[in-house]
Nanobody, 123 residues
Framework: VQLQASGGGLAQTGGSLRLSCAAS????????VAWFRQAPGKEREGVSC????????QYDESVKGRFTISRDNAKNTAYLQMNSLRPEDTAVYYC?????????????????WGQGTQVTVSS
């Protein structure tokens, strides 16, 4: 049972990146998925989440209108499309899973976590 986050890298301000969260050993569609991020010296914060059936999504105010969460259960993968990147988006990004109908940006609600992927936005 594993979550693998990928797609991070270096982007310029205003640029875009797409993160992927691939699940192995279980059906990702049975779980809600969230993306979190943690910058140096800061607490982990919720960025966006999506229910197992994709009917509901939630975004932190800081990324609304810029980031889009999605998932392809047939590919066992969730995504975070990040546009109009800002230096303050720089952080390690993590994906995590929880029960399928839960929509929450609270890290304590999630019990399975992938390793992080670094996103760095230069000014």
């Amino acid at each position: 049972v594993q979550l693998q986050a990928s797609g991070g890298g270096l982007a310029q301000t205003g640029g875009s990146l797409r993160l992927s969260c691939a699940a192995s050993g279980f059906a990702l569609g049975d779980y809600a998925v969230a993306w979190f991020r943690q910058a140096p010296g800061k607490e982990r914060e919720g960025v966006s989440c999506i229910t197992g059936d994709s009917t509901r999504k939630q975004y932190d105010e800081s990324v609304k209108g810029r980031f889009t969460i999605s998932r392809d259960n047939a590919k066992n993968t969730a995504y975070l499309q990040m546009n109009s990147l800002r230096p303050e988006d720089t952080a390690v990004y993590y994906c995590a899973t929880t029960v399928p109908r839960l929509l929450s940006l609270d890290p304590s609600a999630y019990d399975s976590w992938g390793q992080g992927t670094q996103v760095t936005v230069s000014s």
